[in-house]
């Protein structure tokens, strides 16, 4: 019996042609003229800021790579463009190229620090947590060389009394899976000293990444220090959450404050319950879109072809554009009045009246310099700790304003509702996963009669056979996978969460979970349980340390569908792309590209990181959990990472929108779930070694306890300054590039 790697080969090919076609795919539909605003909307649009009267689309225009020596007049804004990306350093962005792999190039080679201005600390620490993720695992590819052979060395696989013989008659593996098992801590006898070689690698790289995340934390925290020096409205004020039901107003809020810091409150802000006024302010705008988009229409068509109404029996029949006009001014009536009214109400306020306006308990106090608010963030002010809990605010387009007035009792009652339901939604999807991937192989498929014309056909060639098997089972994981994010962002949408940061890291712990449960636990720990024995499931505790090496077969499987599969589907975006080709069909076939309202179907998406991060994390854990017990398994795993970078990089540089700046705060949860993920990593080399009987194995019981208090100490070195600035000692310019410190000047209003 020999080792043979045409199982894992036939898989790597079949997905390597699959990633070519999505790449050519992608290629012609980035360089396509109708399409290639769609793929580069930023960069595009930042050439029709140079030059609005070229063509942005052109074949020299395209070749260009911007330069911030002459940037654009600020205030022609055309088009989507935010002021987030008005920054000079948006424009040194380089062209994606024409080539069919150009824009790979100009992704890699450019430094993630020049987007730091235009994009923000979330997208730079984003990409830099993808990097320190690949730099881990690259050491444990390292540590291939050492683990690798060893495992090669030993015979248990071989063995002719092994219960869990893993060849049929013919000396072939019964499964795609076993193929890999030579290369395992599987192949290795009970308690054999060549065991010790495993607990030295744990040891090794449990202390590399603590190297890494520590550093990493460092400049993180030094970034943030930055961030808050930034003469910006937001690091002068606070939040103030709980507030007392003896202050029902703004200017008892502000008496309040300036009691307890005489001469430095410069004014307090209560948002009221009431969002009559946001509620109208939106249908305008939704209005204002909708009469474009029919204005457009009769361009160069007769304007009672499209009518308004006409689809409800006894109906009066009115033209489009007439009916939008008619509703944009009652709009704008009812907008006048409901300003009126907040005046009315505001003036009574300030003439110590009582006006008929219930604000929330929530508010901002903004200070006079940022020293005075980040002291006035760590004072207590109130002898009842449950009241007044004071935070740095959030940056304005970071809050979800129609949330912030939401009462305590309410949002309690919202979050543990929302926690039972993802209970019951982790617990209840992992039912049809398993059995799904448990029937994911043609063992079962053979067994089913109407099936067996086609296992005929798979049987006759064994590269179909092979593919079959490695790819059916990661398919159905990843297709199990594309429907929860919607679900988790809907849910977490109605708990009540008053900023969109916090919305997404929430969103990152949940599906984090829920892929750890649904991919690590009950498809290859469950996987090494059951298995089938004369079309029956059979569970057995015994076989796990024989067989959990089988089960990075399909871990291996799966990171690389995800990474020649999923991740250029990620770029191509078919649904984005096919809802803006139909609206562009609908709306615009007698319209060129280059109209405004054309490209605004072009919109970039919103970046989610909840969802980026959790991918990446999942990513990360899986190597990192079988990196010992299966080493081959880390190279695959760094292709894997490696593809989610050169993705999200593309992403942040050219397609998404940043539509709101946190300053990385999500981050330390990231740190945590990554130390999380190394104990994972330690528990199971532990388990493993546990179970084949190996003396040694006691010595891995002291690195979950050192990694508990490596988080704890990393957290208390550098979580604070990264919340706070110091009251002296500033960082001095190593780092991020951000803008300078208030200098004195206190706050600008």
């Known amino acids: 019996m020999t080792l043979s790697f045409y199982p894992l080969l036939s898989v790597l090919s079949a997905n390597v042609i699959v990633a070519i076609v999505f790449f050519i795919i992608f290629w012609f539909l980035r360089v396509w003229r109708k399409t290639a605003y769609f793929y580069a909307p930023l960069y595009y649009e930042t050439l029709r800021m140079f030059n609005p009267s070229s063509d942005p689309l052109s074949s020299q225009n395209q070749r260009n790579i911007l330069s911030p020596r002459n940037p654009p007049n600020p205030f022609s804004r055309t088009g989507f463009l935010s002021q987030n990306y008005l920054s ?36 730079i620490m984003h990409l830099r947590t993808l990097k320190l993720m690949m730099l881990i695992v ?52 009970d ?77 307090a802000n209560m948002p009221r319950k009431d969002n009559t006024l946001r509620e109208l302010q939106k249908k305008k705008f939704r209005t204002i879109r909708r ?63 009582h006006a008929n306006t219930e ?20 004072t207590l002010v109130y002898s009842d700790a449950s009241k007044f809990r004071i935070r740095l605010a959030p940056e304005p387009d970071d809050i979800h304003w129609s949330l912030v007035t939401i009462n305590a009792r309410r949002r309690f009652l919202l979050k543990f509702f929302t926690w039972v339901f993802f209970l019951i939604m982790i617990f209840f999807w992992g039912i049809p996963v398993t059995f799904s991937l448990a029937i994911a192989n043609l063992q079962y498929l053979s067994q089913i009669p109407e099936l067996s014309w086609a296992i005929k056909i798979f049987e006759v060639n064994k590269y179909l056979t092979n593919l079959v098997q490695g790819f059916l089972p990661a398919l159905v994981l990843i297709f199990f996978q594309l429907i929860p994010p919607s679900i988790i962002q809907a849910v977490l949408s109605s708990k009540g969460v008053y900023t969109k940061s916090q919305l997404e890291k929430e969103t990152m712990s949940v599906y984090f979970i829920f892929q750890v449960v649904n991919v690590l636990f009950l498809s290859t720990t469950l996987g090494s349980l059951i298995h089938l024995k004369n079309g029956v499931f059979v569970f057995n505790l015994g076989r796990v340390a024989n067989s959990v090496g089988s089960q990075s077969g399909f871990i291996i499987n799966y990171l690389i569908v995800y990474a020649l599969s999923s991740c250029p589907q990620t770029l191509i975006r078919w649904i984005p792309l096919s809802v803006s080709l139909f609206n562009k069909i ?33 990513l990360f854990i899986l190597p990192v959990s079988f990196c ?33 700046h946190s300053g990385a705060r999500m981050w330390p949860n990231v740190f945590d779930r990554i130390v999380a993920s190394l104990v994972v990593f330690q528990v199971l080399v532990f388990g493993v070694l546990s179970m084949k009987l190996f003396i040694g194995t006691i010595a891995l019981i002291p690195l979950p306890i050192i990694s508990y208090f490596f988080v704890t100490w990393t957290h208390a070195r550098f979580f604070r300054i990264s919340r706070f600035l110091p009251a002296v000692d500033y960082p001095p310019d190593e780092e991020a590039d951000l803008a300078p410190s208030d200098g004195g000047n206190g706050y600008q209003g």
Not at 628 to 653: Q, R, T
Request: glycine share 6%; charged share 20%; net charge neutral.
């Open 191 to 267: 308690a054999s000293p060549k065991l010790w070689v495993h607990v030295f690698a744990t040891y090794f790289l449990t202390v590399i990444s603590f190297f890494f995340l520590y550093r990493e934390y460092g400049r993180y925290a030094r970034m943030r220090m930055r961030y808050h020096q930034q003469n910006s409205p937001h690091n002068y004020t606070l939040m103030i959450k709980q507030i007392p039901t003896f202050i029902s107003a703004p200017t008892q809020l502000h008496d309040f404050f300036e009691r307890a810091f005489p001469g430095l409150v410069v004014e």
């Open 628 to 660: 010992v017990i299966s080493p081959i398994i880390s190279v695959f795993g760094l292709l894997a990472l490696g593809m989610e970078y050169l993705v999200c990089k593309y992403l942040h540089m050219y397609t998404s929108e940043q539509r709101f």
């Open 138 to 189: 690259l050491f444990m590819c390292i540590t291939l060389c050492l683990i690798l052979p060893v495992n090669i060395s030993g015979k248990s696989v071989y063995e002719d009394n092994n219960p869990h013989n893993p060849f049929d008659e013919g000396g072939n593996f019964t499964r795609i899976q076993d193929s890999i098992l030579p290369l395992t801590i599987s192949n290795i006898q």
């Open 359 to 378: 604000f929330g308990s929530v508010g901002f106090v903004v200070f006079s310099s940022i020293g005075a608010a980040m002291q006035s963030a760590q």
């Open 88 to 123: 000079a350093a948006n424009y040194s962005v380089p062209s994606p190229g024409q080539g069919p792999f150009s824009w790979i190039y100009s992704t890699i080679s450019f430094d993630e620090d020049q987007l730091l201005a235009s994009r923000g600390l979330d997208t």
């Open 586 to 618: 609908r709306y615009y076939r007698e319209v060129s590209l280059s109209d405004q309202m054309s490209r605004d179907f072009d919109h970039p998406e919103e970046f989610h990181y909840g969802v980026r991060y959790a991918n990446a994390l999942l």
């Open 291 to 353: 009469m474009d988009q029919y204005r457009a229409l009769t361009l160069n068509r007769s304007p009672d072809t499209f009518q308004r109404g006409g689809y409800i029996p006894l109906r009066k029949k009115t033209d489009a554009l007439s009916f939008y006009q008619e509703k944009l001014a009652n709009l704008d009536h009812k907008i006048r009045d409901e300003k009126s009214k907040i005046e009315q109400k505001q003036g009574l306020l300030n003439g110590g009246q």
